[in-house]
């Protein structure tokens, strides 16, 4: 299952609630309520109770948006889907295509920014 639209993630190994709400596009309290919903999105506390997600919860926060904003799935849908993902392979597989799109997105990036310099640097010869 692919995401409508990539997302970012920065390379880190953990993030607070409101990092993972501005990744993930909604409010703290959006996550506060599908982690009583949703098994999937588990974040441990830190020794100060806050919630610290690992990136496989912010993969997992994204595919549960996915679920509920873009393919409007109710709650109860979107559990019976992420079950028979999980007992088909798919959740896994999901996360590896959200990467692979993300790679891609990052590759294009970085040329658009050589082409760009060169662009530059060409101005800057004719002047």
């Given at each position: 299952?692919e995401l409508?639209?990539?997302?970012?993630?920065?390379?880190?190994?953990?993030?607070?609630?409101?990092?993972?709400?501005?990744?993930?596009?909604v409010?703290?309290?959006?996550?506060?309520?599908?982690?009583?919903?949703?098994?999937?999105?588990?974040p441990?506390?830190?020794?100060?109770?806050?919630?610290?997600?690992?990136?496989?919860d912010?993969?997992?926060?994204?595919l549960i948006?996915h679920?509920?904003?873009?393919?409007r799935?109710?709650?109860?849908g979107?559990?019976?889907?992420?079950?028979?993902m999980?007992?088909?392979g798919?959740l896994?597989?999901?996360?590896?295509?959200?990467?692979?799109v993300?790679a891609?997105?990052?590759?294009a990036?970085?040329?658009?920014?050589?082409?760009?310099?060169?662009?530059?640097?060409?101005?800057?010869?004719?002047q």
């Open positions: 299952m409508e639209t990539p997302v970012s993630i920065p390379d880190r190994m953990f993030f607070r609630i409101g990092e993972v709400a501005d990744i993930v596009g409010k703290p309290y959006v996550l506060r309520y599908w982690e009583s919903e949703f098994s999937l999105l588990s441990n506390k830190s020794n100060s109770q806050q919630r610290m997600y690992s990136r496989t912010v993969e997992n926060a994204l948006k679920l509920l904003y873009d393919l799935f109710s709650i109860e979107a559990k019976k889907r992420i079950a028979e999980r007992r088909q798919e896994s597989e999901a996360r590896k295509v959200k990467v692979v993300e891609e997105t990052l590759d990036i970085a040329q658009a920014k050589r082409e760009l310099k060169d662009l530059i640097e060409l101005c800057s010869q004719d």
